[in-house]
């Protein structure tokens, strides 16, 4: 910097000092000299005015010197025109920092709105999320239902089986119940017969056997108690045939019983096929259930879709601002860089 009141005798003493020490008395070392003060301009005004007092006398500039001195002179003429550009640069650079002071204003007015954009949309993306976790709730649990509802058609398919397969064993049972039945019956007919067959023959011999005896009883008196051994014997095989024939009755009766069990096991067949026949109705009641519980979970499963693809926009859009937000920071950040480089280079040209 120039310094204000600067003398031609302090200049002429500084150079003098240079002279005394064989050194050349060029701009910058009498500027140095003089504490790093004054104006070169003026110290090279108070130097040519030093060499003309002078005279060019007895010690005349050499021809190094005439050169030192221009070399000087343009040395000096150099840095005034490079302060000149640099108060230009600085008069510049003013008027483009106010520029970008007003656009970082704007900007940072835009980034404002972009924040309170993107907390809009994170709000709104949490209501979505809120939906979509009952949309899944409710989904899973119509999912729940729907495989309750298969569980127990299952169940009663596999009951409908059991009882289907507990009636065929019964009508097999009743069957060969049926048949064994006819087939005592028929047993018990033939031995009937042939009991009643045994006891005619028995009878026709004993009247063919009383008639021989009357004939022969006088002849063969001694023959009574032979006859009436044949007789008391005739006599224990009828109360052995009526002993037989009390038995066939009990069994008639405990078959009769047997009968009447069959008819009870009927009528417990019926009302088995009642059953079945109110389960089928069950069954096919589940079974439009499921068809509805099918139809409700492909409409949530669209739903669901719908919302996810919804959300993945949302994505998108919040990917996207975030994307801008990094460049914005990064711009930000470039150019607080750029606003420090100017500083230090403030901080340079003042120094």
């Known amino acids: 910097m120039a310094r204000s009141g600067l ?3 302090e200049v002429k003493k500084a150079r003098d000092a240079l002279l005394a020490q064989n050194k050349y008395p060029s701009v910058d070392a009498v500027r140095i000299a003089l504490g790093n003060t004054g104006s070169k301009t003026t110290i090279h005004k108070y130097l040519k005015e030093l060499e003309d007092d002078d005279g060019g006398n007895a010690r005349k500039s050499s021809i190094s010197e005439a050169l030192h001195d221009f070399v000087a002179r343009l040395a000096a003429q150099l840095q005034d025109e490079a302060h000149a550009q640099i108060d230009a640069m600085r008069t510049e650079y003013a008027e483009k920092d106010q520029t970008h002071l007003g656009n970082l204003a704007a900007a940072r007015q835009e980034a404002e709105q972009l924040r309170g954009d993107i907390k809009r949309v994170e ?11 009952k949309t899944q709730e409710a989904w899973q649990q119509e999912t729940i239902t729907r495989h309750t509802a ?15 397969a507990h009636r065929l064993s019964l009508e097999e049972k009743h069957r ?11 047993s018990i007919k033939e031995q009937r017969d042939q009991d009643q067959r045994r006891q005619e023959q028995q009878v026709q011999q004993l009247q063919m056997e009383m008639r021989q005896l009357q004939q022969s009883m006088i002849v063969k008196q001694d023959e009574v108690t032979r006859l009436n051994q044949e007789a008391a014997r005739l006599v224990g095989d009828l109360s052995h045939a009526q002993k037989e024939v009390y038995d066939q009755q009990s069994s008639h009766r405990q078959l009769a019983q047997k009968i009447e069990s069959l008819q ?5 067949n019926k009302v088995l096929e009642t059953l079945l026949s109110e389960k089928d ?8 259930q499921n068809v509805t519980g099918a139809e409700k979970s492909e409409e949530l499963v669209n739903q669901v879709r719908h919302l996810e693809l919804a959300l993945a926009t949302e ?6 601002l975030q994307g801008f937000v990094t460049e914005f920071r990064a711009f930000l950040d470039a150019r607080g860089t750029i ?7 403030n901080l340079m040209t003042s120094g």
């Open 264 to 268: 009870a096991v009927e009528q417990r």
């Open 123 to 133: 709000t709104s993306l949490l209501r979505e999320q809120e939906r979509h976790a």
């Open 281 to 288: 109705l069950q069954v096919q009641s589940l079974k439009g």
């Open 150 to 164: 298969e569980q127990q058609v299952t169940d009663l398919k596999e009951s409908l089986a059991e009882n289907e």
């Open 176 to 186: 060969h119940a049926r048949e064994a039945l006819e087939h005592y019956r028929q």
């Open 315 to 320: 994505q998108a859009k919040i990917e996207a």
């Open 339 to 345: 606003e420090g480089n100017a500083d230090k280079l």
């Open 7 to 9: 003398y031609k005798s």
